[in-house]
């Protein structure tokens, strides 16, 4: 059975960082491209980075490019996503998502990553407030 678990979420202050993690089970990560979504009180979720399975190339959302980063430790089944300079608007509700080998353009794999065949987390909140 594969699950996804989220943690690290927290409360911090513009400019402050946190360090997400999404630690899989029942599936080998290698072989999966992950994702991070997030959705806000009353807006759609939105897709925030990505990371290919493989060569491990990442994307990411105009919104953070430059502040956050994705990475993986396929030994230890885990994906980060490392958030900084954290703005307001970067509050919400965190999820990572996995789909066996998907490939493609941010946007795509995001569609990919929402489908019926992929995997999903419970979320983490993040919190951004002075």
């Known amino acids: 059975q594969v699950q996804l678990v989220e943690s690290g979420g927290g409360s911090v202050e513009p400019g402050g960082s946190l360090l997400l993690s999404c630690a899989a089970s029942?599936?080998?990560?290698?072989?999966?491209?992950m994702g991070w979504f997030r959705q806000a009180p009353g807006k759609q979720r939105e897709p925030v980075a990505h990371?290919?399975?493989?060569?491990?190339?990442?994307l990411y959302a105009d919104s953070v490019q430059g502040r956050f980063t994705i990475s993986r430790n396929n030994a230890k089944k885990t994906t980060y996503l490392q958030m900084n300079n954290l703005k307001p608007d970067d509050a919400a509700m965190y999820y990572c998502?996995?789909?066996?080998?998907?490939?493609?353009?941010?946007?795509?794999?995001?569609?990919?990553?929402?489908?019926?065949?992929?995997?999903w987390g419970q979320g983490t909140q993040v919190t951004v407030s002075s």
């Open positions: 990371i290919y399975a493989g060569n491990g190339q990442t």
């Open positions: 029942g599936v080998t990560t290698a072989w999966y491209c």
């Open positions: 998502a996995a789909l066996l080998g998907c490939t493609g353009s941010f946007n795509t794999i995001a569609t990919m990553l929402s489908a019926a065949l992929s995997y």
